[in-house]
C-alpha cells in the first residue's frame, strides 16, 4: 500500500532541517545484538535509547530514514493523553490502574523536556497547548475534562479560556472556549526525532537505514530478522513499525489501519502577523471530531492540519483544500501563500486504544490513533522495562483488547470511511 522512498519527502521539516540530516549507511551481512527494533521513528528510537542507556546491544534497522514517517511528518503538538482519553482504561482496570497510566503519561511530557535538554536537541520547543470548541454544545467537553482531570487523575495543570479571552490566544472569531495545557507545547517533529537518533547512536545504538525488514523468524536463540541485503540475530525484537507495519506481521497488520492525514505550512508572515494569530504562541487543536490544528514556527510560518483519507493517495488539490480550510479560522491570511503541502499515515485501532503487547521474544506498540509524541515516549520506557524483565507497565496496556478490523485493510477502510462522513455531518449538524 505505502511508496517507500530513500530520502525524506518534500515539507517543511525537510527542507528546514536538512543541516541536522545524516544518512547512515544500509545494513549488510550479519550482525548480532541483545535487542533488535524495527523502525526508527519515536517508538523505536525511545525504546532503543532506554535499552541502551541500560547497557543492553541494540540495533535499530529503518526501510527508508530516521523519522520518514509520521514521526518526521506529524503536527508537532506536544499533546497529554491518549486518542482515546482516559475511559477506556478506566474500564479495563479501574480507577487505580488508570491513574498508573496517567502518571506514565505525565512523567513522558517531562522526559520529552529532559532529553532535549540532556541531548541539545535544537528542535524549536515551545510551551502550552490550546483545546478549543467551535461549537457551543461542546464547550462541556473542555469542562468536562478540566473537572475530571483534576478530580480523578490528580492534574491541576488546566485553565479554561472563555470566550471573551480567546484573543488573548487566538485572533479568529471561530471559537467558543478553550482549554489551555501548560504542560502542552509543540516542537519541530523532525528535528527532534533526528536528535534522538543522535543521542541513541551516542549511547552505543547502531542504526541502518534502507534497511527494511522482509520476516523473521523465531528459533530457540531467540529472532532472527532478515533484510534485503543482511540479517539480525537477536535475542529480542520490538516491532515499532506502527502504520507501516505491512506484512511484516499479518496479525498486528489487522488490528490497525493506515490513515491519511495532511499538513500544509504558509510563507513565513512576519512577526507582527504571527502575533496577531497566535498572541501566546501556543499549539492550537479543536475538539471536532474531525479536526483541525494548527502551530506557528519558529520562523513565523503557520502550519495547519487536518483531513483524513482512506485510500493510500494524497488527495487532489491537496493545498487548495486544506487552504480553504485555514482561512475558515484565519479569513485574514487571504492572501498569504502556502509553500509546502504534505501528508502520511496515522496508525489506527478500531476502539482508538493503543496497543502494545508481547508474544515470547516480540514485543510491538502501535495503533496511536493520532496522538503520538507522548504517547510513543510511554511506549518506549514500557517496552524497554518489560525486556528488561519488568512487565508491570506492559500489563496495563495488554488489558486493552484491540482486534482486528472486520473484512480486513480494504473493507475496515470503507467502514471507517463512512463512520468518519457520519460524524463528519454530526460535527455540522
Known amino acids: 500500500m505505502f511508496q517507500q522512498g530513500t530520502d525524506y519527502l518534500d515539507s517543511y521539516y525537510s527542507v528546514s532541517s536538512q543541516p541536522q540530516q545524516v544518512r547512515r549507511s544500509r545494513l549488510e551481512g550479519e550482525v548480532d545484538a541483545d535487542v533488535v527494533i524495527v523502525g526508527a521513528g519515536y517508538t523505536g528510537l525511545y ?14 534497522i529503518e526501510a527508508s530514514r530516521v523519522g520518514w514517517g509520521a514521526s518526521g511528518r506529524n503536527g508537532g503538538q506536544i499533546i497529554l493523553g491518549f486518542s482515546c482519553d482516559m475511559p477506556p482504561f478506566e474500564a479495563a482496570l479501574g480507577l487505580t490502574g488508570a491513574r498508573e497510566v496517567w502518571r506514565l503519561i505525565q512523567e513522558a511530557a517531562g522526559e520529552i523536556r529532559s532529553r532535549i535538554v540532556r541531548h541539545e536537541i535544537d528542535c524549536d520547543l515551545a510551551e502550552g497547548h490550546l483545546w478549543t470548541s ?31 479571552e480567546l484573543p488573548q490566544h487566538i485572533g479568529s472569531d471561530r471559537y467558543q472556549a478553550a ?25 552505543g545504538v547502531r542504526i541502518y537505514e534502507d534497511s527494511q525488514a522482509t520476516s523473521y523468524a523465531r528459533s530457540s536463540n531467540g529472532v532472527t530478522v532478515q533484510t534485503r541485503h543482511g540479517r539480525i540475530q537477536a535475542g529480542k525484537l520490538v516491532l515499532a513499525c506502527n ?58 510560518r503557520l502550519l495547519f492540519g487536518g483531513k483524513c483519507t482512506y485510500t493510500g493517495k494524497t488527495p487532489r488539490n491537496l493545498a487548495a483544500g486544506m487552504r480553504g480550510d485555514m482561512l475558515k479560522v484565519f479569513p ?17 485501532t478500531m476502539p482508538r486504544t493503543p ?33 528488561r524483565g519488568d512487565d508491570t507497565h506492559l500489563k496495563l496496556f495488554t488489558a486493552l483488547r484491540n482486534p482486528p478490523f ?7 477502510a470503507l467502514f471507517q470511511a463512512v463512520g468518519m462522513s457520519y460524524y463528519r455531518l454530526r460535527d455540522y449538524f
Open 47 to 60: 525504546t532503543a535509547l532506554n535499552l541502551a542507556e541500560a547497557g543492553l546491544r541494540v540495533v535499530v
Open 134 to 164: 467551535v461549537q457551543q454544545r461542546r464547550v462541556g467537553l473542555l469542562t468536562g475534562w478540566q473537572e475530571e482531570a483534576a478530580s480523578k487523575w490528580g492534574y491541576e495543570g488546566l485553565r479554561f479560556i472563555p470566550k471573551a
Open 355 to 387: 496497543d502494545f503487547g508481547c508474544d515470547g521474544d516480540v514485543y510491538w506498540a502501535q495503533g496511536f490513533s493520532g496522538h503520538g509524541i507522548v504517547p510513543t515516549c510511554v511506549a518506549g520506557r514500557v517496552l524497554a522495562e518489560a525486556i
Open 406 to 412: 472486520p473484512g480486513g485493510e480494504k473493507l475496515g
Open 243 to 300: 502504520a507501516y507495519i505491512d506484512k511484516l506481521d499479518s496479525r498486528l497488520q489487522s488490528r490497525v489501519l493506515p490513515v491519511g492525514t495532511y499538513i500544509i505550512a504558509t510563507e513565513p508572515l512576519g512577526e507582527a502577523v504571527a502575533r496577531q494569530l497566535l498572541p501566546s504562541g501556543h499549539a492550537v487543536s479543536d475538539n471536532q471530531f474531525i479536526l483541525d490544528y494548527f502551530r506557528m514556527t519558529a520562523d513565523h
Open 332 to 348: 485574514q491570511l487571504q492572501s498569504a501563500k502556502v509553500t509546502h503541502a504534505w501528508g502520511g499515515h496515522i496508525d489506527i
Open 179 to 203: 482549554l489551555l495545557d501548560s504542560k502542552g507545547g509543540h516542537l519541530h517533529p523532525l528535528k527532534y526525532v533526528l536528535g534522538l537518533a543522535r543521542a541513541a547512536e551516542a549511547a
